[in-house]
């Protein structure tokens, strides 16, 4: 009953539709993750959850978030599954052929600079927020955030995906410069963790990778071991 005392507009607002779905236009479908990558003395972690959602719909519980561009060059993927795997087969592609080419290992920059080009050239047709990090000679280890709008900057540590909005706070106060990596994996299993527990679009399992000149360390922590939610 106390709803037909609220404003017409309120309640057509609510009808049928729940606080991820009512804001969206006609044929646009929500999607959520959380992905995260931070550098540390010698490499770089990057973690992401497991979950695919359409909707109010889990399409898959399991997926990997994060692709290996190149020997240690990662990539974390969030936006449009369809739209992201297409871009990181393209960039696998032309840094498997740069290398060769060259004889050189490609750096994280170039690989977030070809990845930058490809979705500001096609902004309009593609969602694709992802990270770019990894090792390399040149500059270690180092993590690049590409936006929806294809934008690329450098960070030391960045985080993305609808659960991000939950944990700005928790990584801002105790993401620290000097972490070893099993400090820094900790520290991204713990943020993300709690992004899951909060958002309602991200979820399933932890996967990570440690990368570093000696090579990649990949680990997933299972839905009922993780270091914070239910």
């Not at 973690?47 to 399409?59: E, H, L, P, W």
């Not at 393209?90 to 690989?111: C, F, N």
């Not at 280890?141 to 540590?157: D, E, I, W």
Request: hydrophobic share 35%; aromatic share 6%; net charge neutral.
């Amino acid at each position: 009953m106390a709803s037909l005392y609220a404003p017409p507009s309120l309640r057509q607002q609510h009808d049928g539709k729940s606080a991820e779905t009512r804001n969206l236009k006609p044929g646009e479908i929500s999607s959520g993750t959380t992905i995260m990558a931070v550098c540390f003395n010698g490499g770089v972690v990057l973690g992401a959850d497991s979950r695919v959602s359409s909707g109010t719909y889990v399409v898959n519980r399991v997926s990997d978030k994060i692709v290996q561009l190149h020997e240690r060059i990662w990539c974390c993927r969030s936006g449009s599954a369809a739209d992201t795997q297409a871009l990181t087969d393209i960039v696998k592609h032309h840094l498997g052929q740069i290398s060769i080419e060259t004889g050189r290992l490609p750096t994280v920059a170039m690989a977030a600079h070809l990845m930058r080009k490809l979705i500001y050239g096609n902004k309009d047709n593609l969602m694709a927020g992802v990270i770019v990090g990894g090792w390399d000679p040149v500059e270690g280890g180092s993590v690049y955030n590409v936006t929806l709008g294809g934008s690329c900057v450098r960070q030391p540590f960045t985080i993305g995906g609808s659960g991000s909005s939950y944990i700005y706070g928790l990584v801002d106060a105790e993401c620290r410069s000097g972490m070893n990596a099993d400090e820094c994996n900790a520290f991204v299993k713990k943020a993300v963790s709690h992004a899951m527990a909060r958002d309602g679009s991200s979820g399933g399992i932890i996967r990570t990778v440690v990368v570093t000149e000696d090579g990649n360390v990949r680990s997933y922590t299972e839905g009922n071991k993780l270091p914070y939610g239910p």
